[in-house]
């Protein structure tokens, strides 16, 4: 079996605490002092003891809180190192009460996340229901508007009616509303040609019946008249008959029309 080169030093650094140092130099002086007084044949077993004693007290002082390293060539190393484990312990304790507080604060930050994110939501929930309720209530305004305008008359048809003799157009219009009209009233110019003549202008019983007289009045020339009347009952549409003397086109305004209408009056082809 091969010798162990064991190669045992003691490693004192310059950082060295002070018990430390002191403990060496009473080793040195504990040696020191008993090998004088051998030398001299003078050490009783007092001093021996006392030598002895101060050489476990320099000892004591100098491995206190120190680790000592015992080299065995290539096959490792042992280290006692008692004080230096309790350090790492109260460093690893510190550190692990360290992560202790960083958790419960991450776990505090995630309850304050958790408790915004149901905030926000609850937020957006709220603000949904709100522009709902505004759209519901734009709604019914514009119901309540529709409600309470008048109703007006767009250009609905034209065609000839079949009971008479002369041409003979009738105008018919559409309500926005089937409500009661009230007093209609209709203003009808002949454009052209200038050989045309309007003969008359009256209410039309095509759409129901009406109150107020078919003779209404035609200015001298012919080129314009007028006519009013109230129709009976509610309905979505009204009606006027007008009579000219030979094709033409007319222009028809009225209270409740939304835009005046031109409208031609021809023969029906064979």
């Not at 650094?13 to 080793?27: K, R, S």
């Not at 809180?65 to 042992?78: D, L, N, P, S």
Request: charge should be neutral.
């Amino acid at each position: 079996m091969r010798l162990l080169n064991v190669a045992a030093g003691i490693k004192i650094a310059f950082g060295m605490q002070f018990l430390q140092l002191l403990g060496l130099l009473i080793m040195i002086n504990a040696l020191t002092i008993a090998w004088w007084f051998q030398a001299n044949a003078k050490l009783g077993v007092i001093g021996l003891t006392l030598a002895v004693v101060a050489l476990l007290v320099g000892l004591a002082l100098t491995v206190h809180e120190r680790a000592w390293e015992v080299t065995f060539g290539k096959y490792g190393g042992i280290k006692a190192a008692a004080a230096q484990a309790n350090a790492d312990a109260g460093e690893i304790a510190k550190i692990r009460e360290r992560v202790e507080s960083q958790a419960a604060t991450m776990d505090l930050v995630a309850q304050q996340s958790n408790q915004a994110k149901k905030l926000l939501a609850d937020m957006q929930a709220a603000n949904q229901l709100a522009d709902e309720k505004s759209k519901e209530l734009e709604k019914q305004i514009a119901e309540a508007k529709d409600l309470a305008s008048p109703p007006f008359l767009t250009f609905f048809g034209a065609d000839l009616n079949p009971e008479k003799q002369e041409l003979c157009g009738r105008i018919f219009f559409k309500s926005s509303k089937n409500v009661a009209l009230g007093r209609l009233r209709f203003t009808v110019e002949l454009l052209e040609p200038a050989t045309a003549k309007i003969i008359s202008i009256a209410p039309s019983l095509a759409t129901g019946p009406y109150n107020g007289s078919r003779d209404n009045p035609i200015a001298l020339d012919g080129k314009s008249g007028t006519v009013e009347y109230s129709p009976i009952g509610g309905g979505e549409h009204a009606s006027i008959e007008i009579t000219v003397s030979e094709e033409a086109v007319v222009r028809i305004s009225g209270n409740l029309l939304k835009e005046s209408k031109n409208v031609r009056i021809v023969r029906a082809k064979d």
